[in-house]
């Protein structure tokens, strides 16, 4: 496999670009995206064999399996950045290790229902937030120390809008080449 299309199968949707003005509609199309991610996750995992949640989306790559956990812990930590954005003068976050997150036993673990239901209850008070926002509550920041950069809370949600059609593009691979890789 070449490089390119490594590149393609880890970022089947391309990756995350920022645009220098953020509009009243992108906000909400992300919004709309982010509040309807609990729902396409389920409909894509919940019918899926053991067999099924084992497979990859690409060559080295995650599970369909800990593609769902990721989301929970990834979502969570989101969520509680945004409260400190919210809460602080531009706070720094703390980073994860994801990969290694992703081979704990709650990561790699074949039951995906806790997980769902973590998205499930996290989006739900996520959008609830984020449909309170004002114009001064999306200029709000933090620092991320892991690749040194002030993110504002209107970039972010776009950021994660993202990372839900991401990682929903990553199951659909994984399903649509059977985890043969």
Not at 11 to 27: N, Q
Not at 51 to 78: F, T
Not at 152 to 159: A, D, F, H, K, Y
Request: overall charge negative.
């Amino acid at each position: 496999m070449n490089l390119q299309t490594l590149e393609k199968l880890k970022f089947p949707i391309g990756e995350f670009h920022k645009t220098d003005s953020i509009s009243k509609t992108d906000i909400e199309n992300w919004i709309a995206t982010i509040e309807a991610f609990p729902s396409k996750i389920k409909s894509l995992t919940q019918s899926l064999s053991i067999e099924e949640l084992n497979w990859i989306y690409r060559p080295k790559g995650w599970s369909i399996k800990q593609v769902v956990h990721h989301c929970a812990d990834s979502h969570m930590n989101s969520l509680i950045r945004f409260k400190l954005a919210l809460t602080e003068d531009v706070p720094d976050i703390k980073p994860y290790e994801e990969q290694l997150w992703a081979e704990l036993a709650d990561g790699n673990s074949n039951d995906i229902s806790p997980s769902l239901q973590i998205i499930e209850g996290v989006h739900a008070r996520w959008v609830l937030l984020l449909k309170s926002f004002g114009t001064k509550e999306l200029k709000k920041q933090f620092f991320h120390p892991g690749n040194m950069k002030i993110v504002s809370l209107e970039e972010n949600i776009g950021v994660y809008a993202w990372h839900c059609n991401h990682h929903l593009a990553h199951i659909e691979q994984a399903l649509l080449y059977k985890g043969q890789f």
